[in-house]
């Protein structure tokens, strides 16, 4: 299983990545008020999504209607079901973006 490493010291920050064999932007945001993080996605500059939450065991644009977005999965998961929700404290060291393809 593929995960996407998250550089949390440099949030916000974006970073050039290939889903599904195209290519995109994802740029990373972090609340520190409330403890959680969101994601934007871009695809030649164009944005497909703004503010897209980051929730424990649920898939990314989940419910979103786009041609344009990837054609993977991508699932926050903590791999030993310990974790109740995602944190600054957790992501990237028991919480992991994972990268699911279908084919």
Do not use: C
């Not at 290519?23 to 500059?45: A, C, P, Q, S």
């Not at 424990?56 to 109740?84: A, Q, W, Y």
């Amino acid at each position: 299983m593929n995960y996407i490493d998250i550089e949390k010291d440099e949030i916000p920050y974006s970073f050039e990545i290939d889903l599904g064999e195209e290519e995109f932007t994802i740029e990373m945001h972090y609340n520190g008020r409330f403890d959680f993080f969101t994601v934007d996605l871009y695809k030649n500059d164009k944005p497909l999504v703004y503010g897209e939450k980051l929730i424990l065991d649920r898939p990314l644009f989940d419910g979103l209607v786009n041609i344009e977005l990837p054609k993977v999965t991508i699932i926050p998961k903590d791999r030993s079901s310990m974790e109740k929700r995602i944190t600054y404290a957790n992501l990237n060291e028991t919480v992991y973006l994972y990268v699911f393809d279908p084919e």
